[in-house]
Nanobody
């Protein structure tokens, strides 16, 4: 069972930046996953995929709402994944979840492991 732990959430003003981190208890790519990424869920809204990346880091996908502002990256040697969030907007406020699973052609096929989430609050 893979355990995922997020950190880095917090409260910032609009226009600010945060960097989220996700540390996995084991190598996701040796645990059956072929991609890792971030989802978020705001109060009263559906959960949405924010960004994901494949094993080699050659393929990255972003939600339209965060393109140009967020950057996903990973350090496979540390079983770590990151989400650099710049120019944050109040609409980015949500609980952000680290996810491991399978992806194909830019879409998630399955989300197999989830972290407990980290809260991001952006004030205007």
């Amino acid at each position: 069972q893979v355990q995922l732990t997020e950190s880095g959430g917090g409260s910032v003003q609009a226009g600010g930046s945060l960097r989220l981190s996700c540390l996995a208890s084991q190598d996701p790519y040796n645990s059956g996953s072929n991609c890792v990424g971030w989802f978020r869920q705001a109060p009263g809204k559906e959960r949405e995929g924010v960004a994901h990346i494949d094993r080699l880091g050659n393929t990255q996908h972003y939600a339209d709402s965060v393109k140009g502002r967020f950057t996903i990256s990973q350090d496979n040697a540390k079983n770590a994944m990151y989400l650099q969030m710049n120019n944050l907007e109040p609409e980015d406020s949500a609980v952000y979840y680290c996810v491991h699973g399978d992806c194909y052609a830019g879409s998630w096929l399955s989300m197999d492991y989830w972290g407990n989430g980290t809260l991001v609050t952006i004030s205007s």
